[in-house]
Structures are given as structure tokens and as C-alpha cells.
């Protein structure tokens, strides 16, 4: 009595274990199948594999054949069944289309005499969705001869088999991206860089920017330390290269000048094992052509130890450059005189006011005669007489103030830490530059209303620039007084 409570108590265990496995679990009856196998090999069938695939509807046969006798519960779970009847009743939604391989190899495992037979492959829940399954079964003991307990074990590989695929896919692409990539492709080792960087930290290093300054020879050691290990052929077209052992044999007439300062900013983000980096620099083409590229640059995933191998793409920008600065010109200057225009000089102003550097000096300026002339003699002169104004602001004040035309006559000059003395000798030197201008030119001759002011720190530079402005009409109103408000003389009135 109690050894038959013991075995009961055991099955119970079983059963448990059997129910609560965490993969799903299937018990099937294989007999039928034995039976048909026997019965295929008395009619000479040799070749089980060939036979099923030249008799496909075998394959339906055979398979409806099997039995099932019990599943556990993940199996309902994994396959949406209510319980076992609405699994077995809807099995042929479970197994079909691309497992029929699979199966006949199942099949022709278990003709072969083995008591175990695994596949990965197919199946689908009872509601449509593909499950990639990983699929172990074994004959269990005692059944050996008639098969009649098959435990089957399901591993639900879905997951695992989308993420190998998605990386096939990424490696494919990124392999056709690199061959035909319409931007610059290189492939590089940067091992031997992150070994001197390594060996400068272990020296103690702590402030690298500083040991830069120092040791300027350090950017170059590294850059020789680069080395190339391939490049696409967009990179060839960049760079004017006939094939990829020239341009690996000329790299220095490629990365030179400039590229050296970039190079020492990247080395301080490597150093701060910054491993994406993204930057502007200007490389050569082998004919000299300097070429402005976007690079991007970054380690190769499961590269990160060691830098050996380093992706880098480079997109010629050198138009758009172009572009940008011409635009950024029209934005900032007035095209007639290549001063600057209204708006920048209002952000300049707006900057100044904030900043300084204090003190800061105003100087407005007024062309003298410039309605009359175009009066009498056509706009044409006037732009000519605004040229000449442009030309003589800027060689008289120099690159380092904001000199601006802000209205069509009227020009403003923005100097920084420039107090009263040195705003009054900008003045001398912009008429002397005048007097210069006016015996060069024959005709129209150049006259300015010049009205200054200075802005000490604590001061609103918005209200210093309408002291300038109203000296300036002040100097205006003295300039037609002392012509005897004579209008009709070319260049002395509006």
C-alpha cells in the first residue's frame, strides 16, 4: 500500500513538472506511424526522404497519423488554444506551409532507427501568427518498438530567428552601402592611436588638451599611426585618386594644413572616449583642390577595446560652403558698398550693449549730396558715390569694428573698447582717407556730416547711438550754413 502512495505521489510530480515546464510540451503517439513505415518498407520503399517528396500527400498521411495525448500548459499559452480538443481540432492550422521540409527530415530521422529526431522550423498559433520554433522530440523508454510515447519539447525561437535576420539584413546593407555608398567610405585601424593615448593616461596624465599644447608633435605621431584599411570607390572620385594604392601611398597630400588642428580636437574626444564623432574639416584632393567635407567618424560595434576597426564617412560639402558664405555675406553686408547691413549691425549693437568690451564709441556718418546727384546725374552716379563711400569707411576704420550702411545715405560705426580720444582719431584718419579718395576721383567729390559719442559701461549704447545721431545733424546743419544753404552745387546738399 504505501509503495503504491509513493508511485502516486511520483506521477503526480510528473505531472506537475510536465504542466509547469516552461517550454512547451507535447506527449504524442507515434504507433501509426511505425505501422506505415513498416508497411512502406515491405512494398521496397528504401529511400523514405525521396519517396515523401515525390509523394507529398504522404507526407499529410503520416503526419495525421500521430497522436496527440496530452500538451502541458505553455503549448496553450504558445499556441492560443483554449485547451487540448480546440488544439487538436485546429492542428492543421499549426502545421503547414514552409514546414513541409522539416517534416519529411523528422520523418526520415525516426526511418533511420534513431530514437530522437530535432528540426528547427515552422509553425502558427491558432490565430495566424509565425512562430519559428526549435524542435526536440525522443522515443520515450519502453517504446522503443512500437513508438508509442513521443515526448516532443517546442522552444519558441521567434525572437532569436527575427534578430539573426534583421542582422543578416544590416550586414548585407551595410556591406552595399560601403561598395556603393555616393559618399566617401574608409575603413580604418585606429589600434595603435588608442594604445598611445592609453599609454599617456597610464603616465598620469589628466589634463590632455594641456599635454597637446605641450607635446604638438603627439597629433602628428598619431596621425602616422592611422592606418587605411580599405575605402570605396566614391572616395577615389573625391579625391582624384586613379586607384586606391595611389591614394593610400599619398595620404599626407590629402590630410594636411588645417586637418592637423581637427585631428588634435578629435584626439581630446577620443580621450574622453567620445567613440561618435561628427565634425566639418577640410581635406585635399591629390591635385591640390581643397575639398570641405562632413565627416563623421565612429568605432565599429564590438571594436570598442581595442579601435581596429574605425568607420569614417566623408560627404563633400565644398558647394554647399560656398553657398553658406555667399549667403551668409548677402545676409551680413550691404551688396552696393560690401559694408555691413542694417540687421547685422542691429545685432551688433544689441551685442555690444550687452557685452562691451567697455567703453564703446559711436560714429554716425552722413554722405553729403547724394539726392542731388542722383537728381542730376542718375543713380548710377550715386551708387558710384556710395562705392567710394564703402571703400573709404573700411580702409579708414579697418576689419575690426562693425562699419554698416543703415540707411540710404547713412552709415553707422560701432567701435569697441574705443573711448573718446580714440574715436576722435578714427575720425582724423576717415577724413584723411576722404581727402585721399576725392583727388583720385575726379568730379563728385566725397563729403560726410560725421557725429560721435562714447558709451561707458552702465550706459545704454541705444541711447549713445541717438547722441552720435544728432551730432551728426548738427554737423549736417553747419555744413549747408557754411555754404550759405547753396543747394545747387554738386555734392554740398540733399
Avoid at 500521430?66 to 499556441?79: C, E, G, K, P
Avoid at 589634463?207 to 592606418?227: A, K, S
Avoid at 546725374?377 to 543703415?406: M, W
Wanted: aromatic share 8%; charged share 30%.
Amino acid at each position: 500500500m504505501h509503495s503504491e502512495r509513493a508511485a502516486s505521489r511520483l506521477d503526480d510530480d510528473y505531472e506537475t513538472l510536465f504542466q509547469l515546464a516552461p517550454v512547451s510540451l507535447w506527449l504524442e503517439d507515434f504507433s501509426a506511424v511505425r505501422r506505415a513505415f513498416d508497411q512502406l518498407r515491405a512494398d521496397g520503399v528504401a529511400d523514405l526522404r525521396a519517396y515523401l517528396r515525390a509523394h507529398p500527400h504522404e507526407v499529410a498521411r503520416c503526419s495525421s497519423l500521430i497522436r496527440v495525448i496530452a500538451v502541458n500548459r505553455r503549448t496553450l499559452d504558445l499556441f492560443r488554444a483554449a485547451d487540448l480538443a480546440d488544439l487538436v481540432a485546429n492542428l492543421d492550422a499549426v502545421f503547414r506551409d514552409d514546414m513541409f521540409d522539416q517534416h519529411v527530415e523528422e520523418l526520415g530521422q525516426l526511418w533511420d532507427g534513431g530514437m530522437h529526431f530535432s528540426s528547427q522550423t515552422v509553425n502558427y498559433t491558432l490565430d495566424g501568427e509565425r512562430l519559428d520554433i526549435r524542435l526536440d522530440a525522443s522515443v520515450m523508454p519502453g517504446h522503443e518498438t512500437d513508438w508509442s510515447r513521443v515526448l516532443l519539447s517546442i522552444e519558441d525561437i521567434t525572437a532569436r530567428v527575427r534578430t539573426e535576420r534583421d542582422l543578416r539584413r544590416s550586414q548585407q546593407y551595410a556591406q552595399g552601402l560601403f561598395e556603393h555608398s555616393p559618399v566617401s567610405l574608409w575603413v580604418e585601424d585606429f589600434s595603435a592611436v588608442k594604445m598611445l593615448l592609453d599609454e599617456v593616461r597610464a603616465a598620469g596624465i589628466t589634463d590632455f588638451r594641456t599635454f597637446l599644447n605641450v607635446h604638438p608633435d603627439f597629433v602628428t605621431r598619431c596621425m602616422q599611426e592611422i592606418r587605411v584599411l580599405d575605402v570605396n570607390q566614391q572616395t577615389l572620385s573625391m579625391f582624384g585618386a586613379p586607384s586606391k594604392d595611389v591614394l593610400l601611398s599619398r595620404l599626407g597630400d590629402v590630410f594636411r594644413d588645417d586637418m592637423r588642428i581637427h585631428f588634435a580636437e578629435q584626439l581630446v574626444d577620443l580621450w574622453h572616449e567620445k567613440l561618435w564623432q561628427q565634425r566639418e574639416v577640410i581635406n585635399y584632393a591629390l591635385d591640390g583642390r581643397s575639398v570641405d567635407v562632413y565627416m563623421q567618424w565612429s568605432v565599429f560595434p564590438g571594436r570598442e577595446a581595442d579601435w581596429d576597426q574605425v568607420l569614417v564617412s566623408l560627404t563633400d560639402i565644398t558647394a554647399r560652403k560656398k553657398a553658406e558664405a555667399y549667403v551668409e555675406f548677402l545676409g551680413k553686408h550691404d551688396v552696393l558698398t560690401k559694408l555691413f547691413n542694417r540687421a547685422y549691425y542691429e545685432d551688433e549693437l544689441a551685442r555690444l550693449g550687452r557685452k562691451g568690451p567697455w567703453p564703446v564709441s559711436v560714429i554716425a556718418v552722413d554722405l553729403n549730396g547724394l539726392k542731388l546727384v542722383n537728381d542730376q546725374f542718375g543713380h548710377s552716379d550715386g551708387d558710384a558715390l556710395l562705392r567710394r563711400t564703402g571703400e573709404v569707411l573700411k580702409k579708414a576704420v579697418g576689419e575690426q569694428a562693425c562699419v554698416a550702411r543703415t540707411g540710404g545715405d547713412e552709415f553707422m560705426v560701432l567701435l569697441p573698447a574705443c573711448d573718446e580720444r580714440g574715436a576722435a582719431t578714427v575720425v582724423e584718419q576717415i577724413q584723411q582717407v576722404v581727402e585721399l579718395n576725392n583727388q583720385f576721383y575726379p568730379g563728385v567729390r566725397l563729403s560726410f556730416s560725421i557725429g560721435v559719442a562714447t558709451c561707458s559701461q552702465g550706459e545704454r549704447l541705444t541711447d549713445t547711438c541717438k547722441i552720435a545721431d544728432g551730432r551728426m545733424y548738427e554737423a549736417k546743419r553747419a555744413h549747408y550754413e557754411a555754404l550759405g544753404n547753396e543747394r545747387r552745387q554738386v555734392g554740398t546738399a540733399d
